[in-house]
């Protein structure tokens, strides 16, 4: 009961908390809000040959997603990993009843709703001013945004492991984050994109949730993404081992 | 009745790589003492009490906490322990009523929390953000959240670093008041005059050892300690008749400063005679006794503060 209990409650105190820090929430529900009005605005939802008969807003929404999930896992995650355990509030945390496990799943617990909410609101922006359309499953579409961002929960916690102070943990994730917001196709679509960076863009794991929920969001089956489901699976398997081998406490 | 150990510790050894930070310890703290922890920095006191937490798996040796194996029932031991880290921090935008209630949901059962703000003097920081607060404040605040759960043994460490002395003696009043009801107090300090008023047993810890373990007073009697009589003189030839006092077995001098060693309860009398008598002007005469500090000095041959 104790264990529900101090779950719930430290859930909802990190969500307390991230409402507080301006460039949390900013980053995660201000920015790709920006973005969807911006370019919605420049280039409206009508169906373009370009983009396989579809509009801006369709191509760029589940793209979108896919830096939500980035954000979360990679900035947010990391961050609040490593400065926690800087501080010594992991330490603090520690020397309570609380399981080590119930701690740290109450911080992923607040980063994912708090994602659940970034997608809430920019899939609902996009569907009331630009008449978003949605041609997958939704099943489907849910699953892989599951499976991306486990893939990305666990890079952050791995990042977190491996740097050895929270400034640097901070300073490699922004590294890592921004080129690949750029070069995934999540930020600006790949059809933009000169071939070679399209080709180079193939190794970071951005692109692959990129491809994965663009192409299941209009109604690609599963089997034409076999690849990306296969790399983001490997992504998540690898980084769970190895964000349990470098996790520390202090 | 014996008194029931509530901490038993039998050859602790802990050791990070080379360095054995704690090297073959034993003791017990019984119920309803307040139990001190004293020795320098890197003596060894934190991995001690730490590995007595469950914070820490020790290399080897026995440790049971009110009766608990802190590895194997470390949630049951921390319902009821009450522990107060050195170098912990809360969120920093975290408030002081919030981080209450968030910890009293962590247990069976707590505190009542205005009571508890009240008796730390915080009752009108409730609403304050953690890192808004003073280091005397945060400080306050860790020992709070430390007795949220009314805990029968409660472990402090460096309970009043950091805290001006009219809210260190405040604190001193608060553990006192917690030992008389009943419950168990370690407190770690390497603040000896702390461990010399408020502790009814210290264990003295160095380089990983333990080298002595008493009540104060038997640690400074055990000492066969000297009295000390300290004044300042114009030096004069007359001045080193001092020496031959029958009560002073040895006599130090830094420039016009004296100090006369001797075991005797007259030394003080025979040292302000023989000035009188002589005709030798003195001021800021006074007497000191053996303290802790000297204890440890003794015993470990080099001064708490490094």
């Given at each position: 009961?104790?264990?529900?209990?101090?779950?719930?409650?430290?859930?909802?105190?990190?969500?307390?908390?991230?409402?507080?820090?301006?460039?949390?929430?900013?980053?995660n529900?201000?920015?790709?809000?920006?973005?969807?009005?911006?370019?919605g605005?420049?280039?409206?939802?009508?169906?373009?040959?370009?983009?396989?008969?579809?509009?801006?807003?369709?191509?760029?929404?589940?793209?979108?997603?896919a830096?939500?999930?980035?954000?979360?896992?990679?900035?947010?995650m990391?961050?609040?990993i490593?400065?926690?355990?800087?501080?010594?509030?992991?330490?603090?945390?520690?020397?309570?009843p609380?399981?080590?496990?119930?701690?740290?799943?109450?911080?992923?617990?607040?980063?994912?709703?708090?994602?659940?909410?970034?997608?809430?609101?920019?899939?609902?922006?996009?569907?009331?001013?630009?008449?978003?359309?949605?041609?997958?499953?939704?099943?489907?579409?849910?699953?892989?945004?599951?499976?991306?961002?486990?893939?990305?929960?666990?890079?952050?916690?791995?990042?977190?492991?491996?740097?050895?102070?929270a400034r640097?943990?901070?300073?490699?994730?922004m590294?890592?984050?921004?080129?690949?917001?750029?070069?995934?196709?999540?930020?600006?679509?790949?059809?933009?994109?000169?071939?070679?960076?399209?080709?180079?863009?193939?190794?970071?794991?951005?692109?692959?949730?990129?491809?994965?929920?663009?192409?299941?969001?209009?109604?690609?089956?599963?089997?034409?993404?076999?690849?990306?489901?296969?790399?983001?699976?490997?992504?998540?398997?690898?980084?769970?081992?190895?964000?349990?081998?470098t996790?520390?406490w202090? | 009745?014996?008194?029931?150990?509530?901490?038993?510790?039998?050859?602790?050894?802990?050791?990070?790589?080379?360095?054995?930070?704690?090297?073959?310890?034993?003791?017990?703290?019984?119920?309803?003492?307040?139990?001190?922890?004293?020795?320098?920095?890197?003596?060894?006191?934190?991995?001690?009490?730490?590995?007595?937490?469950?914070?820490?798996?020790?290399?080897?040796?026995r440790?049971?906490?009110?009766?608990?194996?802190?590895?194997?029932?470390?949630?049951?031991?921390?319902?009821?322990?009450?522990?107060?880290?050195?170098?912990?921090?809360?969120?920093?935008?975290?408030?002081?009523?919030?981080?209450?209630?968030?910890?009293?949901?962590?247990?069976?059962?707590?505190?009542?929390?205005?009571?508890?703000?009240?008796?730390?003097?915080?009752?009108?920081?409730?609403?304050?953000?953690?890192?808004?607060?003073?280091?005397?404040?945060?400080?306050?605040?860790?020992?709070?959240?430390?007795?949220?759960?009314?805990?029968?043994?409660i472990?402090?460490?460096?309970?009043?670093?950091?805290?001006?002395?009219?809210s260190?003696?405040?604190?001193?009043?608060?553990?006192?008041?917690?030992?008389?009801?009943?419950?168990?107090?370690?407190?770690?300090?390497?603040?000896?005059?702390?461990?010399?008023?408020?502790?009814?047993?210290?264990?003295?810890?160095?380089?990983?050892?333990?080298?002595?373990?008493?009540?104060p007073?038997?640690?400074?009697?055990?000492?066969?300690?000297?009295?000390?009589?300290?004044?300042?003189?114009?030096?004069?030839?007359?001045?080193?008749?001092?020496?031959?006092?029958?009560?002073?077995?040895?006599?130090?001098?830094?420039?016009?400063?004296?100090?006369?060693?001797?075991?005797?309860?007259?030394?003080?009398?025979?040292?302000?005679?023989?000035?009188?008598?002589?005709?030798?002007?003195?001021?800021?005469?006074?007497?000191?006794?053996?303290?802790?500090?000297?204890?440890?000095?003794?015993?470990?041959?080099?001064?708490?503060?490094?």
């Amino acid at each position: 009961m104790t264990t529900l209990r101090g779950l719930g409650q430290l859930t909802r105190m990190e969500i307390k908390l991230y409402f507080r820090e301006f460039f949390a929430v900013f980053f995660n529900l201000g920015f790709p809000l920006i973005m969807l009005f911006l370019f919605g605005s420049i280039y409206g939802n009508t169906p373009n040959p370009f983009f396989g008969g579809y509009g801006s807003v369709d191509v760029l929404t589940p793209a979108y997603l896919a830096m939500l999930i980035g954000t979360s896992g990679l900035l947010t995650m990391t961050i609040s990993i490593s400065t926690y355990r800087e501080l010594g509030v992991l330490r603090r945390y520690k020397a309570t009843p609380l399981s080590p496990q119930t701690l740290l799943f109450a911080q992923l617990l607040a980063v994912f709703l708090m994602l659940v909410l970034g997608v809430v609101l920019l899939l609902v922006c996009a569907k009331l001013v630009f008449h978003l359309r949605f041609n997958g499953s939704a099943l489907s579409v849910t699953g892989a945004f599951l499976l991306s961002s486990l893939s990305f929960f666990s890079l952050g916690f791995v990042l977190a492991g491996l740097m050895p102070s929270a400034r640097s943990a901070q300073a490699a994730a922004m590294i890592i984050y921004f080129p690949m917001l750029f070069l995934s196709g999540a930020a600006i679509p790949r059809e933009v994109l000169p071939a070679t960076v399209r080709q180079v863009a193939k190794v970071l794991p951005m692109t692959h949730v990129v491809n994965l929920l663009r192409g299941l969001w209009v109604g690609d089956p599963w089997g034409k993404h076999l690849t990306e489901v296969l790399v983001l699976a490997v992504v998540a398997a690898v980084g769970l081992v190895v964000a349990v081998k470098t996790f520390r406490w202090e | 009745m014996p008194p029931k150990a509530v901490v038993e510790i039998e050859h602790l050894k802990k050791a990070y790589g080379d360095v054995r930070a704690v090297d073959d310890v034993s003791f017990q703290v019984f119920e309803g003492e307040i139990f001190g922890f004293v020795g320098p920095n890197g003596a060894g006191k934190t991995t001690t009490i730490e590995c007595a937490e469950g914070l820490r798996r020790p290399d080897s040796g026995r440790v049971r906490m009110l009766g608990l194996d802190p590895q194997a029932d470390g949630r049951k031991l921390k319902e009821r322990l009450g522990i107060q880290l050195q170098e912990t921090s809360l969120p920093q935008r975290m408030k002081v009523g919030e981080a209450l209630a968030l910890f009293a949901s962590f247990y069976p059962k707590s505190v009542d929390r205005p009571t508890l703000l009240k008796q730390m003097g915080l009752e009108d920081k409730e609403g304050a953000y953690f890192d808004k607060l003073s280091g005397g404040q945060k400080q306050r605040l860790f020992i709070a959240l430390a007795m949220i759960n009314d805990p029968e043994l409660i472990v402090l460490d460096e309970l009043t670093t950091g805290l001006d002395p009219q809210s260190r003696r405040s604190m001193w009043d608060l553990v006192r008041g917690v030992r008389d009801r009943g419950r168990t107090v370690v407190l770690i300090t390497h603040f000896m005059e702390e461990a010399e008023r408020l502790c009814d047993r210290v264990a003295i810890i160095d380089g990983g050892r333990l080298r002595a373990l008493d009540t104060p007073s038997n640690l400074i009697r055990s000492l066969s300690a000297e009295n000390r009589v300290v004044f300042t003189a114009e030096a004069s030839p007359k001045i080193d008749g001092l020496s031959s006092l029958p009560g002073a077995s040895r006599v130090e001098r830094t420039n016009d400063r004296f100090v006369v060693h001797g075991s005797s309860q007259r030394l003080v009398v025979e040292v302000v005679n023989f000035l009188d008598a002589n005709d030798i002007p003195f001021r800021d005469l006074r007497t000191e006794q053996a303290s802790l500090e000297d204890v440890f000095l003794a015993l470990t041959g080099h001064e708490m503060r490094n």
